[in-house]
């Protein structure tokens, strides 16, 4: 069975910064892409950012992109999701996720969660 932990996130003021982890175990996660992806009261999951196996390709959503840094250790099996200029936008409870490839999704192994949520 392979499990994702999120921690991270919490109360965080607009303009400010926060770092998520996820660990990973019951996977060989050095060989699987790996994402963050959000969702904000009532809208739907959306993509925020992936990174490939050896971290040499990452991709983000055009609404992060500049803000947001995601990388990865292999060593540890965790990914992070550095956020940076926090906007009260970015508020949502943020998934990690696994890939099936080695370069991006489909993304099929989730964790439970974690909320940010950014304040004025």
């Known amino acids: 069975q392979v499990w994702l932990v999120e921690s991270g996130g919490g109360l965080v003021q607009a303009g400010g910064s926060t770092r998520l982890s996820c660990a990973v175990s019951?996977?060989?996660?050095?060989?699987?892409?790996s994402g963050w992806f959000r969702q904000a009261p009532g809208k739907e999951r959306e993509f925020v950012a992936d990174?490939?196996?050896?971290?040499?390709?990452?991709k983000y959503a055009d609404s992060v992109k500049g803000r947001f840094i995601i990388s990865r250790d292999n060593a540890q099996n965790t990914v992070y999701l550095q956020m940076n200029s926090l906007e009260l936008e970015d508020t949502g409870v943020y998934f990690c996720a696994l890939g099936r490839t080695r370069w991006s999704g489909p993304y099929d192994t989730w964790g439970q969660g974690t909320q940010v949520t950014v304040s004025s």
């Open positions: 019951g996977r060989t996660f050095s060989s699987f892409a």
């Open positions: 990174i490939s196996w050896s971290g040499a390709s990452t």
